[in-house]
């Protein structure tokens, strides 16, 4: 089956938006993990400052809601929650080379998940998509959540830069690849 064949019957509008979406987001990937290649700390770091901030703000927010309820059965529980999450937070803020190694191992097996979602993917695309960027995007997403969730703690600030460069950048790819595809849909 053709490309022309796999769109034939498809609003052209709809199409052509997905095209442009998928060229224009694959563009802005490809350009990120060129970025996190350039720097890889910076992404290691961001990703740890937004998370601890993330945890800090929510334990708080947990705290908060188990002194408003403080008669129901849940409050300790809550309190507790509240509690882990103030403190995870904390440790991810002060302490970002711990919080970078756990986010590495969290990560590789995260983006190994995604990898087994992308190669199964690929063999469900319709005849005529180009199935193989989605494969390609799949193997490499599952071999550098791999090699994320064996890091060594030292290298861990520098592989996850990396490895979230790669990932974008392979991402990237595959929306381009499928935006040419789109493309020549249209044609």
Known sequence: MSTTEVVAGSDTNVISMLRNWSLGVGVVLVLLGV?????PLVPSLTITFLIGAMLLAGGILRIVAAFGMYSWKGFWLTLLCGALSVVSGTAMLSLPGV????????????????????????????????????LADGIITGILGGILFTASPDQAPTFLGLIIGAHLLASGVMLLGTGVWLHRALD
């Open 35 to 39: 970025a996190c290649f350039a720097r």
């Open 99 to 134: 919080g970078i190694e756990a986010l590495v191992v969290f990560l590789g097996l995260l983006i190994m998940f995604e990898a087994a979602a992308k190669i199964a993917g690929a063999f469900s695309m319709p005849s005529g998509f180009p199935w193989g960027w989605l």
